[in-house]
C-alpha cells in the first residue's frame, strides 16, 4: 500500500501546503486500493497507525530552505534530510517519526517532496500565488513517481 | 558567581520553545520562558460560520487534535444555550479520552523518555535481572521475556552504532542525573518500543467515533453525526477490542515504569524539585451528566491556592485575565490584564538584547500571562489529579494513595518534576479504565434512543459563549462573540500558555519559570535536568514551517523544479 501524506498547518497560508496539495489530489483524480491520500495535518505520533499499514509514502510538506519561493526538493530514504533539518521549530518532526518506525521494525520506502514557501508568516487558508502556481508541477512529480510504481490514477470526470 | 544557560530549542517537545536559566554555582535561581507561540491565530475564524467554528479551531494542532474541536463546539453551544444529547456527549468523552491516552503515552515515552532512562547504560543490562524488575511492580508484566529484552538490547545497539540517531541524538548518557540501573533503563526503553504499536490504537477507536485521525469530524455543533456507528454492534465492538489492548499496556507497563522510576529517583521528588507554583487550575471535563454541568466532569473544575488541597475553590471564570507586561503585544494599560472576551491580541516585537539574549526586564515572549485572580496557575495533569484528590474523588484518591505507597513517598513528593508526571500516569490509568464502561453506556443507551443531536436555530441578535475545557495539558478556553450569525470576536487560551507565559505586571513568574528556581545541574554544559523539568509540563507551543538550516548550500542538490 502506497500513502501521499500532505503535511502542514492549514491555518498559517504556505505552512498548510500539503493540506492543500491533498485536498487537490482529492478533487481531480481517483486512485485505485493501491494509493491512500492522507492529510497529515500536524499530526506528528498520530500518524504512526497509517505509516504502519504503508509500504511505501510519498510526504508533501512546505520546507523553508533559504532558496527561492516554489522550488520543489525531493529525497529518498537514502538521504533523507535528518542533518539539515537539525535547526526545525516544530521538533514533533515526521523525521522523528520515520525514525521511530525504522527502531519499531518498519522501514517504508520514503520520497519526500519538500516545496519552499514564500508567506508562511500569516494567517489564512489560502496559498500565496507563487506557491499555487507550482501546485500542477508537483502534481506532475507526484503522479510520475506513482506512475514509476505502476500506480496510476484516473482522472475523475469533470462535473456537467 | 551567577551565570546564564540559554537552551534554545528546548527539544522533544511540540513547538519552539527557548530557555535562559540564571545559575548561583549549579543551581538556578532564575529562570525566563520564551516561545513563538503567536497569539492571534484565532483571527482566521472571525467572520466565519459558528458552525464551522471547531473545523478550524481543530487546525491549530495536530497533536492535541479534537481538544480544539470540542472546546469550540462547546463555547458556540453555550452561546446557543444547548447541550448534545446524551449518545453525543458519551460519544465524545470516549473520543476525547482515547486521544488523552494517546497523547500522554507519547509523552511518558516518546518525549520525556530519555530524561529518566539513559540508554547507552540499557545496552549493559542483564536480561534476567530485568524480568525480575519487569514482576517488581505487575503479575502480568507486558511483552517481558528473556528473548524480547535481548532483542530490544540489539535493536538499541544497532541503532546508536548507525549514527542515525533520530530522536537519541543530543542526549546525554552518562550524565550522573541518571538514576536508574541498567536494567531499569532496558526495561522503560523495551516498553518505548512498544508503545509506537501501542500508539495506534487509540488513533484506531478516534477514527471509529471520528470518522478519521488527526482531525475526527463528527462533532458538529449540537451533537455527533456518527451515529451509524454508534449503533452497529461491530463498530462498538471493534472499540472495546482495542480499549482492552490499551488498559493492558497502561497497567502493565506504564505504571509500572512509573513506579519504578519513582523508586529511583525518590529523593528528588522528597526535596520538591521542580515543583514550582503553588496554584493550581482546572476547567474540568467530560461531563457525566446530560446538562454537562461543571459539577459532575470525570476530571473536575477547581482551584487550589497555596497547595492548600484540603480547600478546592470554586472557579470564576471572570477572574481570568491576561496580563502582556512582558509580552511582545501592547494593551492601552499594561498594568491591567484582560478578560480573554474583551481579549486584545496587537503584537508588539520589542527584539533581543543585542548578544541575542532576551530582555527580562521588558518584553520577552511571544506568549500572554494569563492570570487567576492575578496569581500564575500551574494547569494539566497534575493540577487534575490535585483537584480530584481534594474533592474526594474515590478512584484518583485510590491510585495517588497505592502510588504514594508503593514507593514510600509523603503526599508533598506530588509537588515536583517527579510528582507532576506520575499524575500524568495517574490520570492516563484512570481516563482509561472509564473508556469500557463508557462505551457499554453508550451501547446501552442507543438501543433504546437514537438521538444524536440537539437541533437550534441560529439567531441573529448578538450572542456570546464560553468553552472551558481540558486538553491533555491543561485547562483550554474558547470564548465566541457571535453577531448576524457570524463570529466576529475569538479567543483562545491554551494550557501552555499558562504553563509557559513570562512574567505579569506584578513580576509573578510563569509554572516553567518558577519550577526550574532551585533545580541543580551535575554538568551545566548539559542540560538534562532543564529538560526533565520542563517536559514534565509537556510544552506544546506554535506549529511553524520546518525549517533546513540555509546556510548549508547541501539543499541544492536535492532541487528537481
Known amino acids: 500500500m502506497t500513502g501521499i501524506i500532505g503535511i502542514g498547518n492549514l491555518l498559517l497560508k504556505d505552512e498548510g501546503l500539503g493540506v492543500h496539495f491533498i485536498a487537490g489530489l482529492r478533487e481531480k483524480y481517483s486512485f485505485g486500493p493501491g494509493v491512500r491520500l492522507i492529510d497529515g495535518s500536524t499530526s506528528g505520533y498520530g500518524l504512526l497507525d497509517d505509516i504502519f499499514g504503508l509500504d511505501r509514502i510519498i510526504v508533501v510538506d512546505a520546507v523553508k530552505t533559504g532558496e527561492e519561493p516554489g522550488s520543489i526538493f525531493k529525497f529518498g530514504e537514502d538521504n533523507l534530510p535528518v542533518e539539515l533539518m537539525k535547526k526545525t521549530a516544530h521538533d514533533v518532526e515526521f523525521i522523528d517519526v520515520i525514525t521511530m518506525c525504522a527502531l519499531a521494525g518498519h522501514k517504508p520506502k520514503i520520497t519526500i517532496f519538500a516545496v519552499a514557501p514564500d508567506d508562511c508568516h500569516g494567517i489564512g487558508i489560502t496559498l500565496s500565488p507563487t506557491v499555487q502556481n507550482i ?11 506513482l506512475k514509476s510504481l505502476s500506480l496510476n490514477p484516473s482522472e475523475m470526470p469533470l462535473p456537467n | 558567581m551567577a551565570r546564564k544557560i540559554i537552551v534554545d530549542p528546548v527539544t522533544r517537545i511540540e513547538g519552539h520553545l527557548r530557555i535562559e536559566a540564571i545559575l548561583n554555582g549549579n543551581e538556578i535561581t532564575e529562570a525566563f520562558s520564551s516561545s513563538t507561540l503567536f497569539r492571534g491565530i484565532e483571527i482566521i475564524l472571525n467572520g466565519r460560520a459558528p458552525e464551522d467554528a471547531g473545523l478550524f479551531a481543530q487546525r491549530l494542532c495536530g497533536v492535541c487534535t479534537y481538544a480544539h474541536y470540542e472546546a469550540s463546539s462547546w463555547a458556540v453551544e453555550n452561546a446557543l444555550g444547548i447541550h448534545p444529547p446524551r449518545n453525543a456527549r458519551i460519544a465524545r468523552n ?11 503515552l507519547v509523552h511518558f515515552y516518546q518525549l520525556a523518555g530519555f530524561d529518566w532512562v539513559d540508554v547507552v547504560s540499557a545496552l549493559n543490562a542483564d536480561p534476567r535481572k530485568t524480568m525480575d524488575l519487569a514482576y517488581a511492580h505487575t503479575e502480568t508484566p507486558y511483552n517481558a521475556s528473556l528473548a524480547r529484552f535481548e532483542e530490544v538490547k540489539a535493536r538499541l545497539a544497532a541503532f546508536v552504532k548507525s549514527g542515525q540517531l533520530g530522536p537519541f541524538a543530543g542526549a546525554y548518557w552518562g550524565n550522573p542525573s541518571y538514576k536508574l540501573p541498567p536494567e531499569g533503563n532496558l526495561l522503560v526503553a523495551s516498553h518505548y518500543l512498544d508503545n509506537l504499536n501501542i500508539l495506534r490504537i ?5 477514527a471509529i467515533l471520528g470518522s478519521k485521525d488527526p482531525h475526527p469530524q463528527t462533532t458538529i455543533v449540537g451533537g455527533i453525526s456518527s451515529i451509524a456507528d454508534i449503533i452497529n454492534p461491530q463498530r462498538m465492538d471493534d472499540i472495546l477490542f482495542r480499549i482492552g489492548k490499551i488498559t493492558d499496556f497502561v497497567n502493565n507497563a506504564y505504571i509500572p515504569d512509573l513506579l519504578t522510576a519513582a523508586m529511583f529517583y525518590k529523593d528528588e ?3 520538591g524539585v521542580g515543583g514550582g507554583l503553588k496554584n493550581y487550575l482546572s476547567y474540568g471535563a467530560f461531563p457525566m451528566t446530560d446538562d454537562q454541568s461543571p459539577d459532575n466532569m470525570f476530571l473536575p473544575r477547581g482551584v487550589i491556592f497555596n497547595r492548600d488541597i484540603g480547600k478546592i475553590l470554586n472557579l470564576d471564570e471572570k477572574k481570568i485575565t491576561e496580563f502582556v507586561t512582558h509580552s511582545w503585544y501592547k494593551y492601552p494599560n499594561e498594568k491591567v490584564g484582560l478578560n480573554p472576551s474583551v481579549g486584545i491580541t496587537d503584537p508588539d516585537y520589542t527584539g533581543l538584547n543585542r548578544d541575542g539574549s532576551l530582555q527580562e526586564e521588558g518584553k520577552y515572549s511571544w506568549i500572554k500571562s494569563p492570570r487567576y485572580e492575578n496569581r500564575a496557575m500551574e494547569v494539566g495533569p497534575l493540577s487534575r489529579t490535585l483537584i480530584a484528590y481534594g474533592k474526594g474523588n474515590k478512584e484518583i484518591r485510590a491510585l495517588v494513595d497505592y502510588v504514594l505507597r508503593k514507593t514510600g513517598l509523603p503526599v508533598s513528593a506530588l509537588f515536583s518534576t517527579l510528582g507532576r508526571t506520575a499524575a500524568r500516569g495517574i490520570e492516563t490509568k484512570y481516563i482509561a479504565d472509564a473508556l469500557e464502561p463508557w462505551t457499554l453506556e453508550l451501547i446501552k443507551n442507543a438501543a433504546v434512543d437514537q438521538s444524536s443531536w440537539t437541533s ?9 459563549g464560553i468553552g472551558l475545557d481540558e486538553a491533555p495539558r491543561g485547562a483550554l478556553g474558547h470564548w465566541v462573540r457571535i453577531k448576524n450569525k457570524k463570529i466576529t470576536h475569538y479567543q483562545i487560551v491554551v494550557p501552555t500558555t499558562w504553563n509557559g507565559s513570562p512574567r505579569d505586571a506584578f513580576g509573578n513568574p510563569g509554572a516553567y519559570e518558577a519550577s526550574l528556581v532551585g533545580v541543580r545541574m551535575s554538568n551545566p554544559s548539559q542540560p538534562l535536568e532543564i529538560l526533565r523539568t520542563i517536559h514534565s509540563f509537556d510544552p506544546c507551543l506554535a506549529c511553524a514551517v520546518h525549517i533546513i538550516d540555509p546556510k548549508t548550500n547541501e539543499i541544492r542538490k536535492f532541487k528537481v523544479s
Open chain 1, 135 to 145: 501546485i500542477p508541477v508537483l502534481e506532475k512529480l507526484v503522479l510520475e513517481e
Open chain 2, 94 to 104: 470516549i473520543i476525547k479520552g482515547a486521544q488523552l491516552v494517546q497523547d500522554h
Open chain 2, 269 to 271: 521528588a522528597i526535596e
Open chain 2, 456 to 464: 437550534y436555530e441560529m439567531p441573529s441578535k448578538e450572542i456570546t
Open chain 2, 202 to 206: 487509540p488513533a484506531q477507536i478516534m
